[in-house]
């Protein structure tokens, strides 16, 4: 992949909509993206390698799970995980804003019915 494409790429995993371009699996997508990332080649990210992909250096400290302040292979394919955690997070908080509004409205209503 081009670099382009690793950071488009990780611009939709990040937002939850996972692109698997090729047949790709995220966890294939996620380990490009690293090695990529990993300008040293030590298999680990650091903070400043992780400066090159804002998301990622604004989860670094949520992606670095044992806090030895790099970021593992293992750790940084977990961003699928946290994405669809946070995705599916949203999701319920705007259930439950709609169902919030739609009990207000109900009220309103039997109030001025009243």
């Known amino acids: 992949m081009k670099v382009k494409e690793i950071i488009l790429t990780a611009g939709f995993l990040v937002t939850g909509m996972v692109a698997t371009e090729n047949a790709w699996s995220a966890a294939d997508i996620l380990r490009d993206l690293f090695t990529h990332l990993d300008s040293n080649h030590d298999h ?8 090159a ?3 990622v250096e604004k989860m670094f400290d949520a992606l670095d ?17 946290l994405a669809n955690k946070w995705q599916t997070e949203v999701c319920r908080t705007q259930q439950r804003a709609a169902q919030s509004d739609c009990q207000q ?3 309103w209503i039997t109030a001025r019915n009243n």
Do not use: C, T, V, Y
């Open 44 to 51: 680990l990210l650091s903070r400043q390698e992780a400066k």
């Open 53 to 55: 992909l804002p998301a």
């Open 65 to 81: 799970q044992d806090r030895n302040k790099k970021i593992s292979m293992e750790e940084f394919i977990s961003l699928n995980h």
């Open 105 to 107: 409205k109900r009220e």
